[in-house]
């Protein structure tokens, strides 16, 4: 079974500066998927980036990149110019190959707070 | 808009009742799934189906049940047998079989047992 471990649950940080938030999973897959989705106060889960493991690059959305360590089985996700608006929890998930289905496995999440 | 929509927002329970949550999305999506949030803990999966009048049991389908006889809808049941249902709970769906895709959330449903 995998397992998602995040080892930070708050973190804060002040706006326009830099954040990374921790991720490691374990899994004897080699082709996978890695997410990380915001829930901000109203709860609604937004996907915020995605990972496909057999792609080396690493995954950027405008503020929002990925440092993707396959061999360390390590996802951490950095948040430049952080806004108020990125205050929420921050889960990583993993997603089995195709042929078990779409589901997702979560960490515990991390609480960010965003500081003016 | 399209998208998924839960209902109740909030819900109470007495002890021993059964309760159902209502879960709709016109996505067009065949997958669709059931997870439980609990403070400070991530969401753990509790049934998913992959096509009408088709579900599997996830992590922790003790105490639950569900159906799916329409692509638009899988209800979510809590049982009186569900030891501890007082949670938040979220379903989402996705295209069932294509490759790492994105999973959209509905959200979400307060249960609470009073």
């Known amino acids: 079974a995998q397992t998602v471990t995040q080892s930070q649950p708050e973190m804060s940080v002040q706006e326009a500066e830099t954040v990374t938030l921790s991720c490691t999973y374990d899994?004897?897959?080699?082709?996978?998927?890695l997410f990380w989705y915001k829930q901000p106060p109203s709860r609604q889960m937004i996907l915020v980036i995605r990972?496909?493991?057999?792609?080396?690059q690493n995954a950027t959305e405008n503020r929002f990149s990925v440092n993707f360590q396959k061999a360390a089985k390590s996802f951490s996700l950095k948040i430049s110019d952080s806004q108020l608006g990125d205050t929420a929890m921050y889960f990583c998930?993993?997603?089995?190959?195709?042929?078990?289905?779409?589901?997702?496995?979560f960490g515990g999440g991390t609480r960010l707070m965003v500081k003016p | 808009d399209g998208g998924i929509t839960q209902s109740p927002k909030y819900l109470f329970r007495k002890e021993g009742q059964n309760v159902t949550l209502s879960c709709e999305q016109n996505?067009?999506?065949?997958?669709m799934y059931w997870y439980r949030q609990d403070p400070g803990q991530g969401l753990r999966l509790i049934y998913y189906?992959?096509?009408?009048?088709d579900f599997q049991k996830g992590d922790i389908a003790e105490g639950y049940s569900v159906s799916r006889e329409k692509k638009e809808s899988f209800p979510l049941t809590v049982t009186s047998a569900q030891k501890n249902p007082t949670a938040f709970y979220l379903c989402?769906?996705?295209?069932?079989w294509g490759a790492g895709t994105e999973a959209f959330f509905g959200q979400g449903t307060r249960l609470t047992v009073v």
């Open positions: 189906s992959q096509i009408v009048n």
């Open positions: 899994t004897s897959e080699n082709n996978y998927y």
């Open positions: 996505l067009n999506h065949d997958a």
């Open positions: 990972q496909e493991a057999y792609k080396q």
């Open positions: 998930a993993f997603m089995k190959p195709r042929n078990a289905g779409n589901m997702l496995t």
């Open positions: 989402a769906s996705s295209i069932s």
